[in-house]
């Protein structure tokens, strides 16, 4: 079905300043691949999530799936367009497929497929775009069961990757050491963030055209980290805007060896990227000791040795 972009009058006599929302176009994109189980979820959520947004248009990139994610897209009476890639480029290849299409003018709000938008989130996000030097904002993510997921992070250092090796990633985080930010009243207050997992994002149509498109060598994982560090270095903030939620069913990764693999690649690809090659020796063995130290585990963590290892 072809999707035109969407007029929406405001609900419940709502009025919304001229100037603001209601001037705004806003891209809504989904990237799938074998999605079918999760995306009528997303598209059944974005009506009452996109609440007070007068201008949208929503798109869904199949990656090549196997399932019926394609069916289910064009069938759903919210009205995407389409794009089956017909390959499966990665997650930045799907989002760089959409962006190809609208218009420069037009913020982009990015989506995973297992996301459930709450109603009127999307309205409140983009109240946190209060001045010119805000690139992106990212809300509260909560899971199925309605708790605050930790999705605020630090950047990626060799004493977060060292702390997570010989604390664990928990105790790393409660003591504010590693990665993950865990401290709850961070996740009450709104303010600027180093970046956040990228389930949902709203991305300026200004950081949109001063950034260019996502980095499609990072197939997926780790693609976020790289888009939000551009985005800060452009001299953009990343705010959090805990009055703005989702909820983020995820997850995937924690049940392949092959994603936990390849988002331990990514992590080091990512590292390397901005630091020499002894920091990202020293990066890299914080990551295999960690490893190494908990092989019993299981074997995501044997596939996450074999990655950092560069097997």
Do not use: C
Request: proline share 3%.
């Amino acid at each position: 079905m072809d999707a035109s972009i969407q007029q929406r009058k405001p609900l419940n006599g709502e009025q919304i300043a001229p100037g603001s929302m209601a001037a705004r176009k806003l891209s809504v994109v989904t990237v799938t691949y074998n999605s079918a189980s999760v995306l009528p979820g997303l598209l059944d959520s974005l009506r009452e999530g996109l609440e007070g947004i007068e201008q949208y248009d929503v798109i869904v990139v199949d990656n090549d799936s196997h399932d019926h994610s394609v069916d289910l897209a064009r069938a759903h009476p919210i009205g995407a367009t389409v794009i089956a890639t017909g390959h499966n480029g990665g997650y930045s290849a799907g989002i760089n497929a959409a962006t190809a299409t609208i218009d420069s003018s037009a913020d982009l709000l990015v989506l995973n497929p297992d996301i459930r938008l709450q109603p009127g989130s999307i309205k409140r996000l983009y109240a946190g775009l209060s001045g010119s030097s805000i690139g992106i904002a990212v809300p509260q993510v909560r899971g199925e069961d309605g708790t605050v997921a930790k999705s605020i992070r630090r950047v990626p250092s060799i004493a977060t990757a060292w702390s997570e090796a010989l604390l664990g990633g928990t105790l790393a985080s409660r003591m504010g050491l590693g990665e993950i930010v865990a401290t709850s009243s961070r996740y009450k207050d709104e303010g600027p963030i180093a970046w956040a997992t990228g389930a949902i994002l709203l991305v300026t149509a200004n950081a949109r055209a001063v950034v260019g498109d996502w980095d499609e060598s990072f197939f997926l994982y780790s693609e976020e980290v790289d888009y939000l560090q551009r985005v800060r270095a452009a001299g953009l903030d990343v705010v959090y805007v805990p009055t703005a939620q989702a909820i983020h069913i995820g997850g995937d990764y924690h049940s392949s060896d092959f994603l936990t693999a390849l988002m331990t690649t990514n992590r080091i690809k990512y590292y390397r990227r901005h630091h020499g090659a002894f920091a990202t020796a020293v990066f890299r063995s914080g990551i295999v000791a960690g490893e190494v130290m908990r092989l019993a585990v299981g074997s995501g963590r044997r596939a996450a040795l074999s990655a950092a290892l560069g097997r």
